[in-house]
């Protein structure tokens, strides 16, 4: 009887610090800067998913590069432009729109200690172009 008082006792101690593991996952959440520093994505739940919309911009312009015409007199504060799904804990992978050029690229996201690093790709993970976020909040 005491084997077995003894194995509760351990599982219940092996629980106990699993939890606060599992409740302290990184949170990507929040608001990040660009590596340029011009541009403010806050990134929020939505869904299913992590959502980026551009919150300020030191030169505020409208999305002129888009390929929807009808699209390109609308401020680029505002746009939705991160679409991310959790894949593992701490990395995300979904869709990155670049404001500056108009595209859409395939895209990685991983929380780190300096931010958020991003990787957009193109010709399926081919050519890719990384960038790091800071968290400012």
Known sequence: MFNIQKLTLSLLVVSAMAVPAMAQAPDITGTYVNDTGRTKVRLS?????????????SNPVNDVNNPDASKRDRPVVGIQAVTLKPTDSG??????????????????????????????????????????WRRVD
Do not use: H
Not at 46 to 57: D, E, L, R
């Open 91 to 132: 990395t995300y992978t979904g869709s990155l729109y670049n404001t500056e050029n108009g595209k859409t690229y395939s895209g990685k996201a991983k929380l780190s200690d300096k931010g958020i690093q991003l990787s957009g790709c193109v010709l399926g993970g081919l050519l890719c172009k990384d960038s790091t």
């Open 45 to 57: 739940d939505c869904g299913a998913g992590i959502c980026g919309t551009v919150i300020w911009m």
